[in-house]
């Protein structure tokens, strides 16, 4: 699988008016293609921590620096790209199977993050080894 299938950004329609900024997240196909499960946000991380360092092997995200920035590295395995969430209206689609490490967080970032399933610890993979070895078996199946 190619990693430009794997991940898209997104921008969020803004229904904002003089009364200021009004941002609508919709799932269901309708702004972000799962039905939304779970939500979680991050705040209050350092600039030199690293979170994430996980894939998931069904669980979708779309993520959202709803205040200041971060970054997000992801990766197939094969391939990486870095993506810089800034803006409020700017969504980061990831599919499952992807690695992926959130860093550099500005000192107000609060990063909202959308999930397609609840929380199962067994749906994490943790180790970047292993990760690879699951893919390497996918795309054996897949041949
Ligand atoms: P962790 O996966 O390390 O967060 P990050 O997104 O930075 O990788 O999660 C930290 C802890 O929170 C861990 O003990 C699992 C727990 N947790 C939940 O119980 N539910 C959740 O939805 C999430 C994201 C984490």
């Excluded at 499960?37 to 779309?62: L, P, W």
């Amino acid at each position: 699988m190619k990693l430009k299938d794997q991940y898209k950004v997104l921008e969020f329609l803004d229904f904002g008016d003089d009364r200021g900024n009004l941002v609508v997240i919709e799932g269901d196909g309708i702004d972000i293609p799962f039905s939304i499960k779970r939500v979680f946000y991050i705040y209050g991380s350092d600039e030199e921590v690293m979170r994430g360092q996980h894939a998931n092997r069904i669980t979708e995200f779309v993520m959202v620096n709803v205040c200041g920035t971060s970054k997000v590295r992801i990766d197939n395995g094969y391939e990486s790209t870095v993506i810089e969430l800034n803006k409020p209206r700017m969504g980061l689609y990831l599919s499952s199977m992807v690695w992926k490490d959130m860093y550099e967080f500005s000192s107000d970032s609060i990063l909202l993050v959308m999930a397609s399933m609840h929380y199962d610890s067994n749906e994490y993979i943790r180790n970047y080894d292993e990760f690879k070895k699951e893919i390497a078996i996918e795309s054996e199946v897949q041949e």
